[in-house]
């Protein structure tokens, strides 16, 4: 199944020339798909190791897919939230998996079948709905009870995120862009589900785009992206790229791997 899932890494140069501007520090956070463990111990290593690099301004872009398969995406969702909500500085980015979920607590029945094949059922028992009561209900009912579980916060603030971040030589997406159309003119569902062309194209692109979506075993620098979904829910291994001036590194940490699918 693994073998399936994920994507030997490219390892080229970290050199490609981009930019942030002066006095920033931005840190992107890949799919963390409900492990608050490894969530927590990637945003203490973020804090210590941007209080030893020296002053700059912080922002921390979260590259979507919060929930699903992991064992805490409630949990998840409420600390990213709360993140948010103290510092206007920290973005979400919409992913496959929040439309999905977001679609599924709007009542959509096509959306809650593929939000519960896609990895939904952990997410539902993260919100205490049981196993028992999961297998025992229909889709209506399961539907309603989902929409009484899930905080009415939680909802507005996964549908608060955005689809496209820009700053400095960079845009930050969730699954990428498709090669031949202008950032401006990029359809919503490429930047949530495209993998190729995407994946696959090796000429310049307008910015340097850095996405999740697609699990590799490693960052994945290529010259026009570098991919940050390492597959935390399934190799325990949570990364982010650091990115500051011209200079760009990665701060992970790794755990076991979850049980939860």
Do not use: C
Not at 108 to 122: E, M, N, T, Y
Not at 145 to 162: D, R, T
Not at 189 to 202: C, K, S, V
């Amino acid at each position: 199944m693994l073998s399936r899932l994920f994507r030997r890494s490219a390892a080229l140069p970290k050199t490609v020339p981009g930019r942030i501007p002066d006095g920033m520090r931005v840190y992107a956070i890949g799919d963390v798909h409900g492990r608050l463990d490894l969530l927590d111990a990637l945003l203490t290593r973020i804090d210590a190791e941007d209080a030893a690099r020296g002053p700059a301004e912080r922002h921390i872009v979260f590259l979507g897919d919060l929930m699903d398969r992991g064992p805490d995406s409630a949990g998840v969702i409420d600390r990213v939230m709360r993140l948010a909500k103290a510092d206007p500085r920290v973005r979400l980015l919409i992913g496959n998996h929040e439309e999905v979920m977001i679609s599924a607590l709007e009542g959509k029945r096509d959306a809650l079948r593929l939000f519960h094949r896609i990895g939904g059922r952990p997410t539902m028992h993260s919100y205490g709905l049981s196993e028992a009561e999961i297998m025992a209900a229909d889709w209506d009912e399961l539907a309603a009870a989902f929409q009484a579980a899930v905080p009415p916060e939680h909802l507005a603030f996964l549908k608060s995120g955005e689809d496209l971040i820009e700053i400095g030589d960079y845009a930050f997406v969730h699954a990428g862009i498709h090669p031949d159309v202008p950032l401006a003119e990029q359809k919503v569902a490429d930047l949530r589900w495209i993998r190729e062309p995407f994946l696959t194209h090796r000429a310049a692109l307008p910015r340097i785009v850095v996405h999740g979506h697609t699990i590799t075993d490693g960052v994945e620098w290529m010259t026009g992206r570098i991919g940050v979904d390492t597959g935390a829910y399934a190799s325990g291994r949570l990364s982010a790229l650091a990115i500051e001036g011209d200079e760009r590194w990665i701060v992970d940490v790794e755990g076991a791997p979850s049980d939860a699918r």
